[in-house]
Each structure stands twice: as C-alpha cells, then as structure tokens.
T-cell receptor, first 114, second 114 residues
Framework: NAGVTQTPKFRILKIGQSMTLQCTQDMNHNYMYWYRQDPGMGLKLIYYSVGAGITDKGEVPNGYNVSRSTTEDFPLRLELAAPSQTSVYFC?????????????FGPGTRLTVL | QKEVEQNSGPLSVPEGAIASLNCTYSDRVSQSFFWYRQYSGKSPELIMSIYSNGDKEDGRFTAQLNKASQYVSLLIRDSQPSDSATYLCAVNRYDRAAGNKLTFGGGTRVLVKP
C-alpha cells in the first residue's frame, strides 16, 4: 500500500491563480480530511468527507472547495489564490467510524502564493 | 481559551534524560487523545494514542491521561537526538455525522542535546 499520496510536493502560485491539490489513498478509508499548517502552528481542518459524495466544512474553509467522487480521491481546489493561503497542506484518511481510530497523513504540499 | 494548548518550547533536554510534554484541552466530551511526532518538513506520524484515564506505555514513550483535569501528557524516556522534533497533541471528538474531528495543539518543539 502506498498509503496517502499527495501531489504536487511544492507549488508557487501568483495571486489570483487557481490550482487543485490532489490526494489519493489506497486503504479503502471512508473518512478523508484536508488540513493546513502555518509555520510554527498546529494543523487546522479545512474540509472533510465521510464518504464518496459527502463533504463538509471544517474550521477554515473560506477560499477552498473540495469534491469526493470516489472513495480514493479527495482533491482540494483553491480559487483566486491569496498570500494568506501560503501554507503546507496535509491530506489525511481514516477508516473506523469510532472514537478510537487514527488518521494517516500524506507527505504534504508546500504552497507559496506571491 | 484555545481548544488544545501546548507549550511551544523549545524543550531542551540532555541525551538520556526524560522529556515531559504537557497538553490541556477544553472540550470535556473529548473521547480519545493522540500524540503525533513531526520532523521538520515532514508530515505528522502517530506515536501514541490513549483513551482511558491512567498511563499507557509503548517502548520509551508513556502517555498519561487525566480526563477530570482535562490533561494529557507524554513522557519520553532515555531521550535520543533522533527524538528532536515537534510533538503535536491531538484531541478527538467523535460525531456520527462528521466522523472523527481531530483538534490539534500548536505543538511543542523538543531538542535533545548530545
């Protein structure tokens, strides 16, 4: 199993550009999450999905959109990139629908908006 | 008050000593608690999980949970230079609709000096 994979690893965007961060997991996990991590800070939840076709907002959803057409994929879309979106983005997935499961993280995408 | 609070550090410990990390949380209905280790530029990796009051040991790591005091800690015994990293405390609340919602603290940076 590759686990959780993310592409690209690095990206520089100009203000106002758009892009999609890709996330794929091969563990047949129901739940998938997108977090952002600003320098020296913890992770903040952007969006999450409890299964294909179902998504919901997290703590900091403004400026982002997601879709979940398959169990494996959970892309994050940035529209009209802003400098405030400069961050490291982590995708995560988990399986068990209880309070005792763990989340597995992808390697991250480092995004800079100039 | 932040939902999950950690001292940002750095916590400097000599090699072979015990590193003690603390975390407090505000949501009394939190169900499970996790410690993630994050090396610089890498994604978080789970090192400990704890669900019941008391201690849980795994190798050189011991997690301690006190739900009444809303406090969870991590002890690293015989600290090694390879333990130098940021340690993130995460608190989980399970919701049937949303699944697991992890809230992260800002992390404690640990430096183990040879």
């Amino acid at each position: 199993n590759a686990g959780v994979t993310q592409t690209p690893k690095f990206r520089i965007l100009k203000i106002g550009q758009s892009m999609t961060l890709q996330c794929t997991q091969d563990m047949n996990h129901n739940y998938m999450y997108w977090y952002r991590q600003d320098p020296g800070m913890g992770l903040k939840l952007i969006y999450y999905s409890v299964g294909a076709g179902i998504t919901d907002k997290g703590e900091v959803p403004n400026g982002y959109n997601v879709s979940r057409s398959t169990t494996e994929d959970f892309p994050l879309r940035l529209e009209l990139a802003a400098p405030s979106q400069t961050s490291v983005y982590f995708c995560a997935s988990s399986y068990r629908t209880s309070g005792i499961e763990e989340q597995f993280f992808g390697p991250g995408t480092r995004l800079t908006v100039l | 008050q932040k939902e999950v609070e950690q001292n940002s550090g750095p916590l400097s410990v000599p090699e072979g000593a015990i590193a003690s990390l603390n975390c407090t949380y505000s949501d009394r209905v939190s169900q499970s608690f996790f410690w993630y280790r994050q090396y610089s530029g890498k994604s978080p990796e789970l090192i400990m999980s704890i669900y019941s009051n008391g201690d849980k040991e795994d190798g050189r790591f011991t997690a301690q949970l006190n739900k009444a005091s809303q406090y969870v800690s991590l002890l690293i015994r015989d600290s090694q230079p390879s333990d130098s990293a940021t340690y993130l405390c995460a608190v989980n609340r399970y919701d049937r609709a949303a699944g697991n919602k992890l809230t992260f603290g800002g992390g404690t940076r640990v430096l183990v000096k040879p």
